[in-house]
């Protein structure tokens, strides 16, 4: 079982900016972000291939937000800028235990983060 853990949740005013980090605990080949804002469904934010470092992002956050890893540290990074009242959600950082096609469902992933949550307001 790889344990993920995110931290660097907070609050942060419109046009702001926000770090979080997901580190795991053994290598994976795929991790990424997810988010879910209070009802409504999780969406997919942004992945990140491990070994060739291809990165993937939602509509909504191109351009403001950049998915990153640091392969010694096995720990990937979500660089928000720009942040929007739409943003406001629990980011949850996950990850594949085997390779796959698809990234941006949830059930392209294994394992689950608890979750760190991220307040954008005026």
């Known amino acids: 079982q790889v344990q993920l853990v995110e931290s660097g949740g907070g609050m942060v005013q419109v046009g702001g900016s926000l770090r979080l980090s997901c580190a795991a605990s053994?290598?994976?080949?795929?991790m990424g972000w997810f988010r879910q804002a209070p009802g409504k469904e999780r969406e997919f934010v942004a992945a990140i291939r491990w070994s060739g470092g291809s990165t993937y992002y939602a509509d909504s956050v191109k351009g403001r937000f950049t998915i990153s890893r640091d392969v010694y540290k096995l720990t990937q990074y979500l660089q928000m800028n720009s942040l929007k009242d739409e943003d406001t959600a629990l980011y949850y950082c996950a990850a594949a235990r085997m390779w796959r096609v698809g990234l941006s469902t949830s059930r392209d992933y294994d394992y689950w983060g608890q979750g760190t949550q991220v307040t954008v307001g005026s």
């Open positions: 053994e290598v994976t080949y795929t």
